[in-house]
Each structure stands twice: as C-alpha cells, then as structure tokens.
C-alpha cells in the first residue's frame, strides 16, 4: 500500500482512497473492454496485423478485380511474407481464389472477421517488421475485354493498351508474332470483345 505524506509528515489518508478508487476503476474497465490495445485502428485497416509488418493490402474492391491475384502473387515471392490474410466479408469465391493462391506458394492463410469499412479485403504480411512503402496498391479496372482474361497472346494493339493500364500484368501475356498470325493465333482480348458483341 503506497501511503503518501504531506509535508506536516501525517499519512495522506484522502490521496491513497483516491489511488485505490483510481486503480479499482482501471481494473474494472479492462474486465469489461479487454487491455487497451496499441494502434487498434490500424490493426483493424490490415486485418489484425500492424502496418509495418504489411508487405501489401488491397481493398474489398481491388480484389474482385481479376489483376488482385497478380499483385498477391508477386508480394508472395517476397522472402518475408508470411501470411495471407482475408477479409472474411468478401464472398466466399474471392475467398477461396486467395485460398488457393497462398496454398499454391506455400504460405499461411488465414481469415478474419472485420466489419470496419475501411477494412482491407487481403493483406500480406510478415511476422517481422519490413517497413515496406506503398503496401496499398492503387490501379485502375480494366476495360471488359481484358477482365478474367484467359491466358494467351494479344495483338499488338491490345498488348499496348493493357501495357498502359497495368504494364506487369501486360506481361503475362505473350504478344502475337508473325509467325503466331500464320498459325492463325488470335487475340485472346478481341476474341472475347467480339463474343460480348452478340
């Protein structure tokens, strides 16, 4: 018990019960709301991680976009991800196409309730501190012809118009050659523009 004496030297009888008032109020606010937690709006943003500890984290809606799994993967390869996080508000077909993904590169998935609005849809994180800049990726929506995309080549026209929207994911489709057009290789981009004219 912590007595404190005034400068008369007789104990402070008033201070202590406030003391003991004061730590009793303390003790029954952390039994009803839990220890004060560090940062909780950010944990809440990047799905119960901090955000030094995010390698990358995309919206709700990024990852209904067909690029989010390009962008999860390449912040997969990273040596210090961990961990895929999800956002278990999503529907469960985006969720289960993160699932795949990080059973694919051998990473940890987990999913968490998070009903914040400003809540990430995935996060990728180590459990280390990487203080990683720019973690939440900006990118526009694809025009409809490139949106779920099957794999394949592009014309040299649509290689150029994806490779100004998103140059990383232009890349993952080859471009038609000379030799392609002989074959008769079509661009899998017109193709499916033409199919949605019908």
């Known amino acids: 018990m912590l007595t404190i004496i005034n400068c008369s030297g007789t104990a402070n009888v008033k ?22 937690e560090i940062k909780a709006s950010e944990k809440r943003k ?9 390698i990358l984290g995309l919206t709700v809606k990024q990852c ?18 961990e961990k ?10 985006t969720i289960s196409k993160f699932m795949k993904l990080a059973d694919e590169m051998g990473k940890n998935f987990i999913s ?6 400003n809540a990430m849809g995935i996060v990728i994180a180590s459990s280390v501190a990487v203080d990683r800049e720019n973690v939440d990726l900006e990118f526009d929506e694809l025009p409809i012809k490139f949106i779920k995309l099957e794999k394949g080549k ?29 074959l008769g290789t079509k661009c899998v981009a017109c193709k499916k523009e033409n199919s949605c004219k019908f």
């Open 154 to 182: 592009l014309c040299n026209d649509c290689f150029l118009e994806l490779e100004t929207i998103k140059a990383k994911y232009a890349r993952t489709f080859g471009r038609i050659t000379l030799f392609d057009k002989i």
């Open 112 to 117: 968490r309730p998070e009903e914040w609005s």
């Open 84 to 93: 895929l996080i999800v956002n278990n508000r999503m529907p469960i077909s």
């Open 15 to 36: 201070g202590d019960v406030l003391m003991k008032k004061d730590e009793l109020r303390k003790t029954v606010e952390r039994g009803i709301g839990g220890v004060p």
């Open 64 to 81: 209904n976009d067909e690029c989010s799994l390009y962008h999860a993967r390449e912040a997969l390869k990273d040596s210090l991800a």
């Open 46 to 54: 990047w799905l119960g991680e901090f955000r030094e500890r995010v």
